[in-house]
């Protein structure tokens, strides 16, 4: 089991950065793959960037495909999300989540643990 804790959210202009923070606790951290989703008001929750157990794969929503980086420190117990050129469009509560299951089934896109979100708002 793994507890989720994310921060780093808050108010930024369009055009603008972001970097996300999930700090996690529990034990075999670095056996989890890591993925960040977000919802928006109104809609329903998507998936925005996935990181495997190893840091070695990653994976990506197009509409966040070139603007955001997904990166994990095993050491350090953390995966991070830099978000880069904001738009409105990206304002949402986002969540960090994990699975254990194999990377190649692609099951971290139905994640079994979940934080309790940060937001992110981008002003135009």
Same mark, same amino acid.
């Given at each position: 089991?793994? #507890? +989720?804790?994310? =921060?780093?959210?808050?108010?930024?202009?369009?055009?603008?950065?972001?970097? +996300? =923070?999930?700090?996690?606790? *529990?034990?075999?951290?670095?056996?989890?793959?890591?993925? &960040?989703? %977000? #919802?928006?008001? *109104?809609?329903?929750?998507?998936?925005?960037?996935?990181?495997? &157990?190893? *840091? *070695?794969?990653?994976?990506?929503?197009?509409?966040?495909?070139?603007?955001?980086?997904?990166?994990?420190?095993?050491?350090?117990? !953390?995966?991070? +999300?830099?978000?880069?050129?904001?738009?409105?469009?990206?304002?949402?509560?986002?969540?960090?989540?994990?699975?254990? %299951?194999? @990377?190649?089934?692609? +099951?971290?896109?139905?994640?079994?643990? @979940?934080?309790?979100?940060? #937001?992110? !708002?981008?002003? =135009?």
């Amino acid at each position: 089991q793994v #507890q +989720l804790v994310e =921060s780093g959210g808050g108010l930024v202009q369009a055009g603008g950065s972001l970097r +996300l =923070s999930c700090a996690a606790v *529990g034990r075999r951290f670095s056996t989890y793959n890591l993925a &960040w989703f %977000r #919802q928006a008001p *109104g809609k329903e929750r998507e998936f925005v960037a996935a990181i495997s &157990w190893s *840091g *070695g794969s990653t994976d990506y929503a197009d509409s966040v495909k070139g603007r955001f980086t997904i990166s994990r420190d095993n050491a350090k117990n !953390t995966v991070n +999300l830099q978000m880069s050129s904001l738009k409105p469009e990206d304002t949402a509560v986002y969540y960090c989540a994990a699975d254990s %299951r194999p @990377w190649g089934s692609r +099951l971290y896109r139905q994640p079994g643990y @979940w934080g309790q979100g940060t #937001q992110v !708002t981008v002003s =135009s």
